[in-house]
């Protein structure tokens, strides 16, 4: 008896246990697509980081690798940190082995001002980056976090030369176009001081890009070329000459416009399948002509189609002979959860074949560069420029500092 009574609350404690368990699993499951979705939009940035930091550990011990990777990514987040703020919506970070790591802004920024707010993020964020490590070292005396500073301070430092398409030459446009030529006079010196290759490609890009700007396109904007791929469904019974056009181009009608929130569209229509679409581009520009490319199909395309009650009675209807019996879409038994085979609680989807052509279209133009692009508030121009000196002298320093104690940084 006793055991009896005894075994009794033990069991319905441990269902207790089983029920709150199987809860806690269908939570976790139901939570599970949104963890798997962000880790598969997460996939590229975290190959491309794990690539890097392969190919960094082939040359450096692997803690300095991982190390100097997080640095990158540190810099890289204060891009998207001030992007953000700006309402500038900009790509998740890329690495690219010995060349370091980039994000890609989705639409041009509305003026210098917005653009030198969007560059100066990294370096700030990443000297934040490096002083936590040259902390730990104080701390630890670890030649490690030493090296990781020293090398996140010079990383900072080359990305505020006033060079395109390094961060400083971006910011340098809020405060004076004319510190450019210091990039341009800077550049012989510095591939000459280190040697790098890189810096010698980066030097020849910014100085092509000064030709077009200032020489070769300075009465028209630089050609500019944005396209995307669509689907619409299409009547196989159409003529062959829609099907038939993957080497063949025709132009579109079309609509430009500027979104409030500075967002340029350009709005298309294909008249002869009512196919109406928009296509977001990622920098201002003159559109000289929207062309339809590339069509491929039609192509046989399963589409579910859910099916009305009305539709399930008349369906039923059929199956009995036509007979005035209908299936009920409730259970026999009134107020009760529906029956697993009622039509309620499994919805009747029906699937039917349908026909799709893909094809890309093509927007044609021109860069435009408001006239006004560089009219920066004097104050704004002032409080840039203090940002911009002041940060170049504190990494100077704290260089400096580093070498003085006899820290020997990596080579």
């Known amino acids: ?14 269902g207790g246990k089983g029920w709150a368990a199987g809860a806690g699993l269908l939570v976790l499951l139901s939570k599970f697509k949104s963890v798997l979705f962000l880790l598969l939009k997460a996939g590229k940035p975290l190959i491309t980081m794990a690539v890097s930091i392969g190919a960094y550990a082939l040359i450096f011990p692997w803690t300095f690798a991982v190390g100097f990777v997080l640095l990158m990514l540190v810099h890289e987040m204060g891009h998207v ?56 070292g104080m701390l630890t005396e670890h030649p490690l976090w030493y090296a990781l500073a020293y090398t996140g301070f010079f990383l900072n430092l080359i990305n505020l030369l006033p060079i395109h398409p390094l961060d400083g030459g971006r910011i340098v446009g809020a405060v004076s176009r004319w510190l450019w030529l210091v990039g341009v006079v800077a550049g012989p010196f510095l591939i000459w001081k280190f040697g790098n290759i890189l ?16 020489v070769r396109n300075r009465n028209q904007g630089e050609p500019y070329v944005m396209q995307g791929s669509y689907r619409a469904p299409v009547d196989p019974a159409l003529p062959a000459w829609f099907f038939s056009g993957e080497s063949h181009a025709r132009e579109l009608p079309y609509t430009a416009y500027c979104k409030m929130d500075g967002e340029h569209v350009v709005v298309f229509v294909w008249e002869p399948l009512s196919f109406r679409g928009e296509l977001s581009l990622s920098q201002p520009c003159v559109v000289d002509k929207v062309v339809l490319t590339q069509v491929k199909g039609p192509v046989a395309v399963a589409v579910k189609k859910p099916v009305s009650s009305g539709e399930h009675e008349n369906q039923a209807q059929e199956e009995y002979g036509g007979e005035s019996t209908s299936i009920s879409a409730s259970s026999e038994r009134p107020g009760m959860p529906d029956a697993p085979g009622s039509l309620d609680a499994q919805e009747a989807v029906e699937e039917r074949e349908s026909f799709e052509l893909s094809f890309v279209v093509r927007v044609e133009g021109r860069r435009y560069e408001p006239q006004n692009y560089y009219e920066i508030p004097a104050r704004t121009r002032v409080r840039m420029g203090l940002m911009y000196g002041g940060l170049i002298a504190v990494l100077l320093y704290l260089m400096w500092q580093i070498g003085d104690a006899g820290l020997i940084p990596p080579t």
């Open 1 to 14: 008896m006793t055991e009896q009574r005894a075994s009794a609350p033990a069991g319905r404690k441990s």
């Open 81 to 136: 940190w001030a992007a953000k703020r700006a309402g500038v919506p900009v790509s998740a970070p890329m690495f690219i082995p010995f060349l370091g790591a980039l994000i890609m802004l989705k639409r041009n920024p509305k003026d210098a001002g917005t653009e030198a707010y969007i560059g100066i993020g990294g370096p700030l964020l990443g000297t934040v980056g490096a002083l936590a490590c040259y902390a730990i």
């Open 199 to 214: 810096f010698f490609l980066i030097w020849l890009m910014f100085l092509w890009e000064m030709y077009k700007r200032f």
